[in-house]
């Protein structure tokens, strides 16, 4: 081998190594950077697991409003929302996490579907909690009413009174229960402390927290305490309503929306299985008081959220319905007139909020209208009947209107609708156990919707609802 010879073969090695120890180096460097800055799954100072910093937005993103065509049937959607959407996407995500969020989580497709991945129709139901009897709901909840999931609504105010102090008695309750019956959990998220709240607000109604990152805070608290133990959290309730949403800034779909964002991304960086369900509005119209928004119509604040992001931020669309004293296939403008009924609202007031029929399409078509194909999570739904109660509250008149049988035929009736329309998820019924839990109190407007009445009787539609969600396993094997 001759000298040039030998000295081409030193050249080639060296090139090889070099070009190795490039490669090397510029890895190193990569990642130290990503990982000083916390751009991949940062941790806390203690090692804990991630909680993505808030950041001031930087408005580069623009939505612009969608222009939406009229629904096919009577659930008509309504002209653009006149609360003002988001001009940005909300920020606070680093991009880096996002690049590698949504590259992460490949699953096998012979595995037991993840929660957030299996989008077949099932029911659960509101229960509240007992620090005595929750063997007996949870019994009920399985073995009675045949249902593989409950709600459970956690109140932030209670479980955290002080910055970093919590009190998880309610929750080691429910969640050892749940875990021996072999249940899924949804937690609804509502009820900011004081101690979190904005100043200047008014404390005697709910709000939002000032700093959101407190609230996910509290939300990583109880992922890390329960790790794989929660199926579902919706992130907030009725926040169209000034009572949950009381703000310095009145009720803004964009601020709700950056909350969602943020929660969103910190549940799913914790446990990408956790369905992430969007806080319900209330079904209402728009209200004020003394030139005061005290709720925004649902169907007005839901066109606000999606045009701020909604359906980035969210696995399923959370829904709230109030059967009030109409069956749940009509449509608000086909109730004609019930000249018995004692609530006059579906008869002569006719609005979308009134009609389960018509609440369901117009949310599932204004989610389809923006091209989006997110399923409904109807998180409380029902119909309360005053039968075998001393009275009704005065909010709740509709209540002397629904017979008990009528409870429990509109219930069956929704639940086999839900089935057939293919744009609902997962539907919660309202409620197991409030009639017992507040000793039948008639002025709780909860307990006129309870499935178990007096002296612990149950109502019709529980034994019905146990009959048809027997069926619905056997018919469709799970």
């Keep these: 081998m001759t000298i040039q010879t030998h000295r081409q073969q030193h050249l080639r090695e060296f090139a090889i190594l070099w070009t190795l120890l490039t490669v090397l180096m510029g890895g190193v460097t990569f990642f130290a950077i990503f990982a000083t800055y916390g751009l991949i799954f940062p941790t806390a100072e203690d090692g804990s697991t991630l909680a993505i910093p808030m950041v001031e937005p930087e408005l580069d993103v623009v939505f612009e409003a969608v222009a939406v065509d009229p ?5 008509s959607v309504p002209p653009q929302s ?3 959407p988001a001009t ?5 995500i680093p991009l880096a996490f996002l690049e590698e969020f949504e590259q992460a989580g490949a699953t096998n497709p012979d595995a037991t579907p993840l929660p957030s991945e299996d989008g077949r129709y ?3 139901i509101q229960v ?3 620090y005595e009897h929750m063997d007996i709901w949870m019994n009920d909840v399985r073995n009675n009413l045949n249902m593989r999931w409950f709600k459970l609504q956690v109140r932030w105010d209670e479980m955290e009174p002080e910055p970093g102090q919590y009190d998880w008695t309610q929750l080691d309750i429910a969640i050892e229960e749940a875990e021996e019956f072999d249940l899924k959990i949804m937690l609804s998220m509502v009820t900011t402390p004081h101690w979190a709240r904005e100043p200047g607000v008014d404390l005697s109604k709910d709000g939002p927290p000032a700093n959101p990152q407190d609230f996910v805070n509290f939300l990583i608290a109880i992922l890390e305490r329960y790790p794989h133990k929660i199926h579902a959290i919706e992130v907030w309730n009725e926040q169209n309503l000034d009572r949950e949403w009381t703000s310095v800034r009145g009720i803004q779909a964009d601020d709700y929306i950056r909350l969602l964002q943020l929660s969103y991304f910190n549940i799913k960086a914790i446990d990408r299985g956790i369905i992430v369900i969007s806080g319900a509005p209330s079904t209402s119209g728009g209200w004020t008081q003394d030139g005061v928004i005290t709720a925004v119509d649902d169907f007005t604040y839901m066109d606000a959220m999606l045009d701020a992001g909604l359906l980035n931020y969210a696995d399923c669309i959370g829904v709230h319905l ?3 004293n109409l069956g749940p296939s009509v449509p608000y403008d086909q109730a004609g007139n019930d000249p018995s009924a004692t609530f006059r609202g579906p008869f002569d007031n006719p609005h979308h909020s009134w009609s389960f029929y018509s609440t369901v399409q117009g949310y599932a078509q204004r989610i389809a209208a923006r091209g989006g194909d997110k399923k409904l999570c109807i998180t409380e739904f029902g119909w309360a009947s005053s039968e075998g109660l001393q009275g009704s509250p005065d909010s709740h008149a509709f209540a002397f209107d629904n017979t008990l049988e009528e409870q429990r035929d509109w219930l069956i009736e929704s639940l086999e609708l839900m ?6 998820w997962l539907a919660f019924i309202w409620n197991l156990n409030y009639g017992p839990q507040a000793g039948w109190n008639p002025n709780n407007d909860n307990v006129i919707y309870s499935l178990i009445g007096p002296n612990w009787v149950h109502r019709p539609a529980y034994g019905a609802i146990g009959e048809w969600m027997k069926d619905f396993r056997e018919r469709v094997g799970y």
């Design 419 to 424: 089935e057939d329309w293919g744009n609902v």
């Design 71 to 75: 629904a096919p049937d009577s659930a």
């Design 82 to 84: 006149p609360v003002q």
């Design 322 to 324: 109030n059967g009030y």
């Design 122 to 124: 099932d029911i659960g």
């Design 128 to 130: 509240q909690i007992s």
């Design 88 to 92: 940005a996407e909300p920020a606070g």
